[in-house]
């Protein structure tokens, strides 16, 4: 057996990482001025695309679209309002839903799950109050459920490392509405050590391969407890 020696990929890692490690540090400089972050505003509602209006919708409601500045898994999609098995456009005005709103989409059969959207909101500048108790969230959104659909509109906290803190958060569901959207709410004060809140759409129950849940004008705020 003879000693394997193998400078060359050695020498190709070394001249990958010089000019990565250059870009990282301009980078740095870029960045740092930054560190002085602008706190998190109150009453303003901190969900990026809310309300679906944002890129483009599924012309059947079948398939999966991009959906921007949002997470999502399995079959999450986007749909108008109008569309053939969905809300009408009566039911989209009735909520000021515009003309689209987020769909559990289509059962994904090989996951055994339905679509889920997921947005992690950074919370900057609030730590000492978060920490004494003083800042509240409120979490709002127009849900329906139809068929056998549960809808979950969920916002948890968590801390810096996505950690768990002292609540979970808030966790909401509806189910039976028909093409009818719910108008959910509800405000809780943020534990110490919150520094991040997810907010995540999902469902489960499924009718003829489709999860029949529907979101729309996701909205969460922080305000000071007085
Ligand atoms: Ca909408």
């Not at 003879?2 to 980078?27: C, G, K, N, Y």
């Not at 809300?87 to 689209?100: D, E, L, V």
Request: aromatic letters at 8%; one cysteine or more.
């Amino acid at each position: 057996m003879t000693t394997i020696d193998r400078p060359m990929p050695r020498a190709r890692w070394a001249r990958r990482v010089a000019p990565i490690a250059a870009l990282i540090s301009a980078a740095a400089l870029v960045v740092s001025p930054m560190s002085a972050i602008a706190a998190t505003p109150y009453g303003s509602n901190l969900v990026k695309n809310p309300g679906a209006q944002e890129g483009s919708a599924s012309s059947s409601g079948n398939g999966v679209v991009n959906i921007p500045r949002w997470s999502t898994f399995a079959n999450m999609t986007v749909v108008k309002y109008g569309t053939s098995g969905f809300p009408s456009k009566s039911k989209g005005n009735a909520i000021n839903g515009g003309t689209k709103f987020f769909s559990a989409g289509k059962l994904d059969p090989g996951l055994g799950q339905c679509g889920q959207a997921e947005q992690v909101i950074k919370v900057s500048g609030r730590n000492s109050l978060i920490d004494s108790g003083k800042i509240k969230v409120s979490f709002s959104g127009k849900v329906a459920a139809s068929g056998p659909a549960v809808a979950h509109l969920d916002l948890f906290f968590r801390d810096a490392n996505n950690h768990g803190v002292g609540t979970n958060g808030i966790q909401k569901t509806v189910k039976g509405s028909g093409m009818t959207f719910k108008s959910i709410s509800a405000s809780k004060k943020l534990p110490k050590g919150t520094r991040t809140l997810r907010v995540k759409l999902w469902a489960d129950g499924v009718e003829s391969g489709y999860c029949k849940a529907f979101f729309d004008n996701i909205k969460v705020t922080i305000s000071k407890v007085s």
